[in-house]
């Protein structure tokens, strides 16, 4: 049985690491809680498969209420599976300042009063927080993102930019396609070949030159290995795929499904 949080109508995950933080609030969407219908209900927030704008726009205004929020302060990423990293800080020119985002699949601010979220429908979202810098940070990771190592070079972003300490970091997996239903081919295998463990998060499967891919331990492990201590990653552990009633899945789905919300918000 999941272990929903909840606010008015919305179903949402929250990370115990993450509750600890009193400087943040965060979410982990469901599917549960907004107004869209048909193979998008009903808590939907991308508009590039087909949903009414209308019905998207009713869903920003719901989410941002419920957390007490204006619709204003979530700020988005433009995701195109790749590794670009977004950082909102005290720059003025500040991709804040400008009318279109970027592509990016992952950003990190220390902006007070800014949620920043991606959206997904299977992929890896990741939640991060340095708990002494009071800086956030949020990733979108399919599998040519976890290829391209981008949980891992999120946290070097903290460090670099922001001289956060590893041990400071917090990390929090959310709900993704599991293991258990995530089959790939051998390109994608074979995009993971520089991880010498690759073994670790891949199983065999009966059929030839096809595998079983657990991208959420995945990510979990990159960020272990940039220097983050176990301790400080939590996974959801809940598949995307399994859970029809719960979530939106791409795969389960074959593309025609709606994608949540995961954010987090720097009070």
């Given at each position: 049985?999941?272990?929903?949080?909840?606010?008015?109508?919305?179903?949402?995950?929250?990370?115990?690491l993450?509750?600890?933080?009193?400087?943040?609030?965060?979410?982990?969407?469901?599917?549960?809680g907004?107004?869209?219908?048909?193979?998008?209900?009903?808590?939907?927030?991308?508009?590039?498969?087909?949903?009414?704008?209308?019905?998207?726009?009713?869903?920003?205004?719901?989410?941002?209420?419920?957390?007490?929020?204006?619709?204003?302060?979530?700020?988005?990423?433009?995701?195109?599976?790749?590794?670009?990293?977004?950082?909102?800080?005290?720059?003025?020119?500040?991709?804040?300042?400008?009318?279109?985002?970027?592509?990016?699949?992952?950003?990190?601010?220390?902006?007070?009063?800014?949620?920043?979220?991606?959206?997904?429908?299977?992929?890896?979202?990741?939640?991060?927080?340095?708990?002494?810098?009071?800086v956030?940070?949020?990733?979108?990771?399919?599998?040519?993102?976890?290829?391209?190592?981008?949980?891992?070079?999120?946290?070097?972003?903290?460090?670099?930019?922001?001289?956060?300490?590893?041990?400071?970091?917090?990390a929090?997996?959310?709900?993704?396609?599991?293991?258990?239903?995530?089959?790939?081919?051998?390109?994608?295998?074979?995009?993971?070949?520089?991880?010498?463990?690759?073994?670790?998060?891949?199983?065999?499967?009966?059929?030839?030159?096809?595998?079983?891919?657990?991208l959420?331990?995945?990510?979990?492990?990159?960020?272990?290995?940039?220097?983050?201590?176990s301790?400080?990653?939590?996974?959801?552990?809940?598949?995307?795929s399994?859970?029809?009633?719960?979530?939106?899945?791409?795969?389960?789905?074959?593309?025609?499904?709606?994608?949540q919300?995961?954010?987090?918000?720097?009070?």
């Amino acid at each position: 049985m999941l272990n929903f949080s909840q606010k008015k109508t919305i179903r949402y995950i929250e990370s115990n690491l993450l509750k600890e933080c009193d400087f943040i609030t965060h979410a982990f969407c469901t599917r549960c809680g907004g107004v869209s219908d048909g193979v998008f209900a009903n808590f939907n927030f991308s508009l590039r498969e087909g949903d009414k704008e209308e019905m998207v726009s009713r869903n920003w205004e719901i989410l941002a209420s419920s957390f007490d929020l204006s619709v204003e302060q979530l700020f988005m990423a433009k995701q195109v599976h790749k590794d670009g990293i977004c950082v909102l800080d005290d720059d003025p020119d500040s991709v804040l300042n400008t009318k279109r985002a970027p592509d990016f699949d992952a950003i990190i601010s220390n902006r007070p009063g800014l949620a920043i979220g991606i959206l997904t429908a299977d992929c890896v979202p990741v939640l991060l927080a340095d708990t002494t810098k009071r800086v956030i940070g949020v990733v979108h990771a399919g599998w040519k993102g976890t290829s391209l190592n981008i949980a891992a070079k999120a946290v070097d972003t903290f460090v670099r930019r922001f001289s956060s300490s590893t041990t400071d970091i917090i990390a929090a997996i959310g709900p993704a396609i599991g293991s258990c239903c995530y089959q790939v081919d051998d390109v994608v295998f074979e995009a993971m070949k520089e991880y010498g463990n690759r073994e670790s998060f891949f199983s065999k499967c009966n059929e030839k030159g096809k595998w079983m891919f657990d991208l959420p331990l995945a990510n979990r492990l990159q960020i272990r290995n940039a220097g983050v201590p176990s301790e400080n990653i939590s996974l959801v552990n809940v598949c995307t795929s399994c859970h029809h009633d719960a979530f939106f899945s791409h795969r389960r789905d074959r593309g025609n499904t709606g994608r949540q919300l995961s954010f987090i918000f720097l009070r």
